[in-house]
């Protein structure tokens, strides 16, 4: 067993124990949680990432929920746990959830959340901000001024890649994806190549009814085409972004041969999930062809990172942020404690987890219902009607 971990505890004479593994942005959500006599545990060790025997002991005898991370190893160990205690309710403080055994959770008769319809449009902009930084080469340009190294205005310094007119290509035409195509083409006026394998109507009418604009104004239309293959999205993109859900079809879906396909100057960006490019093969790429770039928020072997892969200037890298704006965290972690709240008190499931809004507006009463549980199917919950 492990040592005792340290907390911080929120109403301790609660009715109703729920702990969370980690603290999370904001106080509202520790206030939902307590207006309803839950006791609030809070995980304050300095661990980066909790072991299984850690969360079995924050779990205890006694626990009727918890809020977890994606960092953490959620199957038959913690579930089982989590059973014994007395509880029925787990959420991920995310909306991806492939660190979570969910078989094992309907074993248990545990529900699982997550945290949906808030991350849309701030993961779009950091994949934004990443395709940016990696055309411009802004990175590189900004550790030499650090390093004193600018001695003056010339020709060849950090030039890098125009936007404007390009082509973006998108692999993954869900929300995500969809808002980052519109973010890339309204900004920069770059026209479309897509791959799904449902069609985009409403991309495809945006980007029609954008050109039809620009072209009333005397400027060059935007144009829209879906491929046949996800290849001749790799041939055809200036930029290409990632928004693939991580499955064994998409496992390595960036590989060497697919990579060899794309232009030499091309930038690649991953904002969806680490294995869905071949890391190893990705670093050989970039040694072997210096003015192709990638953005990465995520990595194959979090939070590790392939050998060689910090040392490409060609490289730009970030720890997991896309998620990172205020509202956004502080969104997710009000949605991940209305689950574990919803399903104590035995509220139904909201009918739209994308549509999240009313348990967002703090002017409002927050629905009776939870906002996302991934196994309500399985475990034969009601949907609500609100």
């Known amino acids: 067993m492990a040592n005792p971990i340290s907390i911080q505890v929120w109403n301790p004479s609660g009715k109703y124990r729920v702990v969370s593994t980690k603290s999370m942005p904001g106080t509202r959500w520790i206030r939902l949680l307590t207006d309803q006599d839950c006791r609030v545990e809070i995980c304050t060790e300095k661990k980066t990432i909790l072991s299984v025997d850690d969360i079995v002991a924050l779990i205890g005898d006694r626990c009727d929920g918890v809020i977890g991370q994606l960092t953490e190893d ?11 205690a007395g509880g029925t309710a787990f959420s991920n403080m995310a909306v991806g959830y492939n660190n979570v055994d969910v078989s094992a959770a309907n074993k248990y008769g545990v529900a699982v959340g997550n945290t949906p319809g808030v991350l849309t449009e701030t993961t779009a902009e950091l994949a934004a901000s990443l395709s940016l930084a990696a055309a411009r080469r802004i990175v590189e340009a900004d550790q030499f001024m650090r390093a004193g190294l600018y001695d003056g205005w010339l020709p060849h310094l950090f030039v890098g890649n125009l936007l404007k007119g390009q082509t973006v290509g998108v692999i993954g035409a869900g929300r995500i994806g969809s808002a980052y195509a519109r973010m890339m083409i309204e900004g920069f006026k770059m026209n479309l190549i897509y791959y799904d394998l449902y069609q985009s109507t409403r991309l495809e009418k945006f980007v029609t009814a954008y050109g039809q604009f620009l072209q009333a104004n005397g400027e060059p239309p935007v144009t829209w085409t879906r491929a046949a293959t996800m290849e001749d999205v790799l041939r055809e993109a200036d930029v290409i972004s990632l928004h693939p859900v991580l499955d064994k079809t998409t496992y390595h879906l960036i590989n060497k041969e697919r990579l060899a396909i794309m232009k030499k100057e091309a930038i690649l960006v991953n904002a969806s999930r680490g294995p869905v490019i071949d890391e190893a ?56 404690a209305l689950n574990v709240l919803g399903k104590i008190k035995g509220y139904p499931v909201w009918g739209d987890p994308n549509r999240v809004d009313k348990f967002l507006d703090e002017k409002s009463p927050v629905p009776a219902a939870c906002p996302s549980i991934v196994n309500a199917k399985q475990l034969g919950l009601p949907v609500s009607k609100l």
């Open 281 to 336: 093969a990705l670093v050989e790429h970039l040694k072997a062809n210096p003015m192709f770039r990638v953005g990465l928020d995520v990595f194959e072997d979090e939070p590790r990172m392939k050998p060689g892969l910090a040392e490409q200037k060609n490289a730009v890298i970030v720890p997991h942020i896309a998620s990172a704006s205020k509202w956004t965290r502080e969104g997710m972690a009000t949605l991940a």
């Open 74 to 84: 959620w199957g038959e160990s913690l579930f089982s746990a989590l059973k014994r």
